[in-house]
Nanobody, 115 residues
């Protein structure tokens, strides 16, 4: 099993930048596909970005060109670099680890985009 802890959320102005981190422990991090999801009030949780164990990435259309997901297997950490943030990016952001049918979630970190 893998345990996940997110950090880096906060209040940011529209057009600003923010970097989220997700530290993993308890298992071999490099074999997991990792993802960032978000959930705004009243909305379903949605995939923001994903990265496979081999480094292949995918993004939601709404964040393409603005967000970048990356992983550092030596540090057991996955990152979400957010640029040009918009008010509609406001949500709780969750880190996810997946291996086959196994999923693990972090506790979430709040991102608020507001002037």
């Amino acid at each position: 099993q893998v345990q996940l802890v997110e950090s880096g959320g906060g209040l940011v102005q529209p057009g600003g930048s923010l970097r989220l981190s997700c530290a993993a422990s308890g298992s071999i991090f490099s074999i997991y596909a990792m993802g960032w999801y978000r959930q705004a009030p009243g909305n379903q949780r949605e995939l923001v970005a994903g990265i496979t164990s081999g480094g292949t990435t995918n993004y939601a259309d709404s964040v393409k060109g603005r967000f970048t997901i990356s992983r550092d297997n030596a540090k057991n950490t996955v990152y979400l670099q957010m640029y040009s943030v918009k008010p509609e990016d406001t949500a709780v952001y969750y880190c996810n680890a997946r291996l086959g049918s196994y999923h693990s979630w972090g506790q979430g970190t709040q991102v608020t985009v507001s002037s």
